[in-house]
């Protein structure tokens, strides 16, 4: 007889394994040796160790169905209760009962994940209703309101279903919803006809004004009246395109006709202005040569015959006007400030005040400098430390009240 652990060969050749039961008879053995016997049965245990082990990883490992994997479980315990094996077959079971809760907890999540998913299918399909009623009810962008309705039946198609009941309910109140905007639309276009003619009539007044005015000469005026006739275009609404394009034509035709004129009477004009351009560019290259101002008082002066002649040569050219007359205003500037700098410099009583901030400072510093002596020579550290972090302060300010005072030398 030989054995192992979990089986043995009898005298008479018959191979069993030891189970929590006790002994249970797996097969015969007469053509060799025992310890054959039994390493012919340990490979079928390896066997079913393998498959389970294999299962334990399909479990674990991918997204097997729950019911598929109870019924690969059951099959292969049936397989190890029958085993003609020898090995820890209790061991086993025990791994097929682990997988077997392991199946059930994952059905539960399962279970819990589809009721989840119910709920928030529940959700989105109420969310599509409720857009579309809004939809229905508030939006006057038909063509992005009817793509929007066609977007959200597309998303409520791919959306999970919900009970059937509630299912029914929601699309009933989504085709409600469709069906009232689509109402909406018609009666909205319905009475678009209406509105059409009686932006037509208005453009066609507004027209006639525009024409009207197209050979005025009262350019201020008559360009004031074309912007308040635009204003009143653009108030009007629209008609219907072709009469749209008809009356625009018409409108912009009677504008370029003025202000084409305007302009070649302006640049007519301009022309004219040319030689007082030429007169004032020398006089502000006469101004500019005031700066930097080193005396306010002749630098006034001097302005101020410049500024006078600037008046007496006239008007010049539009595209030119801002910029000699910014010039001009830069130099003004310019002598504006320095005459208050040599104001602020001469005004006696900041001057006053400046020598006193100086004054009071020296006090303080010859006060603060006393106490650290003091401090020092009794050793309060602490005290000393405080009158050098004050007269560093009174010191940096000193020299600042300095640079001040030093403005009114």
Known sequence: MSTDPWGRVDEDGTVYVRTAEGERAVGSWQAGEPEE????????????????????????GTDLAPAQAEASITKLRESVTDAHAVGDLGSLQDRLTALTELVGKRREELRAARDQARVHAREVKERIVAEAERIAEETTHWKSGGERLRQLVEEWKAAERVDRATEATLWKKLSTARTAFAKRRKAYFSSLDQQRDAVRGTKERIVSEA??????????????????????????????REVEDE?????????????????????????????????????????????????????????????????AAGPVPR?????????????????????????????????????????????????????????QTAGRDKDAKEAEEALAARRSWLQEAERTLAEFS
């Open 247 to 311: 009356l625009w034509t018409r409108f912009k035709g009677a504008q370029d006709q003025f202000f084409q004129a305007r302009s070649a009477v302006f640049a007519e004009r301009d022309a004219s202005f040319a030689a007082n351009a030429e007169a004032k560019e020398a006089l502000l290259a006469e101004a500019e040569k005031l700066l930097p101002v080193t005396d306010a008082r002749t630098a006034r002066s001097a302005l101020r015959g410049i500024l006078e002649r600037w008046e």
């Open 211 to 240: 024409e009207a005015l197209a050979d005025s000469t009262d350019w201020n005026a008559t360009a004031a009246a074309y912007r308040e006739l635009m204003r009143e275009w653009k108030a009007a609404g629209r008609a219907s």
């Open 319 to 375: 595209e030119q006007r801002d910029r000699l007359e910014g010039g001009l205003r830069k130099i003004d500037d310019a002598v504006r400030r320095a005459e208050d700098t040599e104001w602020k410099r001469s005004n006696p009583e900041a001057r006053a005040r400046a020598q006193d901030t100086v004054n009071q400072l020296l006090r303080s510093i010859d006060q603060l400098e006393t106490r650290l002596a003091k401090a």
């Open 37 to 60: 016997a039994l390493a012919y049965y340990r490979r079928k245990f390896d066997e079913l160790a393998g498959q389970v082990q294999l299962l334990e990883q399909r479990v674990r």
